[in-house]
Each structure stands twice: as C-alpha cells, then as structure tokens.
C-alpha cells in the first residue's frame, strides 16, 4: 500500500520505517518542514503538497502533538481524500470523535501509540480500534512496531477505544512524571531538598534517582506533553471525574517549554523553570 505519514518526527519516522520493512510505499509532505524532518524522511517519498499526497495515498497515519491533530485532520479532509485515516495522536476519546465524524466509520481508524520510537523490538505498541482496526494492523507485519487491533464491543466508546486506552496509560507515566518534578519544586522552594532526599533514601529508595532520570528524560519534550496532559484532563471530566490533577500537570510541562530539544537537562534546571514560571505575567499562582 500507499500510507502517507504526517508528520515524520522521531515517532512518526520510527513507524515509517515499520511500513516500509513491511513493504509499502511511505509520502511525507515536505513543505515547511526543518531539515531534522528531511533528514529522519530521506527514505520517504517527498510530496510539496499535502493535495498531492492524498490523491497518492492509500491511507495517511498522523501522528504530530495533540493540539495540532483536529487541524491536520481538517485539512486532509479538505483535500477529498477517500483512503484510511489513522489518527495515532494522545488525544480525548471526544476530540478523537470529532476526527472521526469528518471521515466517518468505514474510513477512520483510531490509534494510540504506547512506547518511545520504534527502535527495538518489544518496545512499542500501536493501539488501534474501528471498524478497520485489524486492517490496519495488517500494515504491521514486519519492523519493530507491534499494531495490536482492540476487541470490538458495545461501549459508546468503542470506536476510540485507543484513544481511551492511551488517555489511560499516559495519565499515570507523564502524570506521575509531572507530580514527581513538582514534588521535587516545592522542597527546593522551601529550601528542604536535602532533607526529602535523605527522608527518600530511608523510605522511598529509588525516588532520588528516579527524580533525575525523569528531569532529563521529560524536559526535551515537556512541550509536547502539556497538550496531552490537557486532552487527559478533558477525558476525566467527560466521565464526570476531575480533571484537575492534569491541568496541573499541564502546568507543569508548559513551564519546561524553554527546555525544548535540549537533552540532558539536570533536575535543578528544571526545578528552576518550574518555580521561576511563578513570576511569569501570564501565572495565575
């Protein structure tokens, strides 16, 4: 098959080469695209236009931050494009519908992925329900990804079912990442960082070290984390539970933003941007 990929960043570039060692054909649209994107889609077909790639596509994956995925579905659908859409972004089961309302049931396939990019086996899984689910599955039968087709069922929810499961997932490994860092922010602020981690080391051995890892694991990519922590907190409050805790956690992220694509940041740099966003003009703190 065709399938075209938007946008090939280290995920969606990861999954491409998933298809391509199954043996399709993989676009990509190139316009306006940095050259870290040129350089992760140099195996892709290169398409100028979006237009010219859903007249080429079989079926277009997109997979870009959570904020941006009702738009990218827009605007494929505006391009008459008549193929599968897999929407494999962490959004709400509700923004998850409106997608899929545009391209109806017999052309939308909801997606969620789990795992970091698809370098190593066993590592990373694509969630997917619909009408279609296990068809696109299909896609996956060579490359490290593992596309793993959702049982169908009478829930309400059933067609975004991988939505649901990613909301899920992620509300407690980026939440709790998100509650750690603030933990963390809130000794340092009250100058007992030193006696929390002495206290750790008694009775929560592994937090200290746990602490640093997730500061340097979450900090290149808190930007793209406060999206979803928001869409997570939309998905509580649709089932009447609260979503407070997450925007919280979007919170959080936002104040990590500057850290952006800067790997390696310590545990006191992001302690840093997460107390200075106190002082921000636009904190309501």
Known sequence: ???????????????????LASGHEVGWVSEGRSHDSCNRAKQFKAFIALDDMSVWADGIMSICPPDAAIAQAQAVYS???DGFYVDANAIAPNSAKKIAQMFGAGAYVDGGIIGPPALGAGTTRLYLSGQHAARVADWFTQGFLQAIALPASGHANAIVAASSLKMAYAAHSKGSSALLLAVNALA??????????????????????????????????????????????????????????????????????????????????????ILGSRDSPDSER
């Open 1 to 19: 098959m065709r399938i075209g990929l938007l946008h090939p960043g280290a995920m969606g570039a990861s999954i491409g080469v998933s298809l």
């Open 79 to 81: 391009t008459a494009f």
């Open 188 to 273: 340092a602020s009250n100058g007992v960082s030193e006696a929390l981690k002495a206290e750790w080391d008694i009775s929560q051995s592994g937090l200290n070290q746990r602490s640093v890892v997730t500061a340097k694991v979450t900090s290149p990519k808190a930007w793209r984390f406060a999206g979803e922590m928001l869409e997570i907190s939309e998905t509580f409050k649709t089932q009447g539970l609260s979503g407070a805790f997450h925007q919280g956690a979007a919170d959080i992220f936002s104040s990590m933003a500057e850290l952006k694509d800067q790997p390696g940041a310590d545990l006191d740099q992001v302690i840093s941007k």
